[in-house]
């Protein structure tokens, strides 16, 4: 759950109500709503609006009331459902993905409920892959079948291999983690099936091995931010090839990439706002003061300064988007800068 987040509560008895407005006082962005007499018009605005919605009456009520308007677990907001005397806390929808797990455990914890949480990993004690991924802010290919068969395994005790490649902290409970991909091959043969999670862009060049492998699933972090500097009216194309060429030099995934930047005199720049719509990434804008003040670090060049007003943009652009971790260095290429940095969850 981050500050962003909107939860809206729905009560209808007066117990509810004031339990409501109890829970309401200790959560940011939320907001109460008393049900007096249309329940569906409430829920159906709700549901588009809110990231959590808690209702504090009948599960059964709730069932009906939010059947017609689930999509799935990508789209619906989590959903939690209470008594009115807050004995009890249950994540009915969305619990991984949507955040309703954690929000069970934080509201029982609050009130001093007991949280009803079903999902299998969970139950288990075992990790689960969509939640890994949740945490990385990662991407993974063909995401509903991988995360329904490697959870399926570790839910009925079936090992699965993982390999992290990097510093990355995730929940590795049911997974053998192996620490070497050179050293575990005969255990990649036998369990056949391998997680590996890391931003690069061919995983086979870990180690020979993986290409043999029945069954690997590749985690991409989106971890990557990308500056960028570019003369007025840059080609579209050669600005996204340039990009490729440097990912594949750099054997960084496109995939990884978190959200690109530039200085914000670029904010028109046709080349640049096709290239975050293509990746569908944010394009952030930083402004040439706070450039100013970490430019001291980067190779100067007079021309831009004469051009922009400070002397280096895809250096420090990258740099600040990354909270200070710049990977790769400005790069060149036929009139645009690219530099790339990465982002430290967990620093």
Known sequence: MSIEDKIALIAITKNGQELAYRISKNLINSKVYIVNKNLDEIVKNTFKEYDYIIFIMATGIVVRSIAKHIKNKFEDPAILVMDDRGQNVISLLSGHIGGANEMTINISEMIEANPVITTATDVNKKASLDMIAKTLNAHIEDFRENVKNVNSLLVNAKEVLMYIDGDYKVDTRGFKVINSLDNSRFEIEEFKTLVVISNKNKIEALDASIANMRKFIKVIPRDIVVGIGCRKETDTQLLYRS?????????????????????????DEKAINDLAEKLS???????????????HLFDKSDFVKKNVGVSSVSEPVA?????????????????????????????
């Open 281 to 295: 990434v944010p394009f952030e804008l930083i402004s040439s003061k706070e450039i100013s003040k970490v430019e």
């Open 319 to 347: 740099y600040i988007l990354s909270g200070g971790n710049l990977i790769v260095k400005k790069r060149k290429y036929r009139g645009i800068t690219f530099s790339i940095g990465k982002i430290n969850w967990h620093r």
């Open 243 to 267: 990009l490729i060429d440097l990912f594949d030099t750099e054997n960084i995934d496109i995939k990884s990439i978190n959200k690109i930047g530039s200085i914000d005199i670029k904010k």
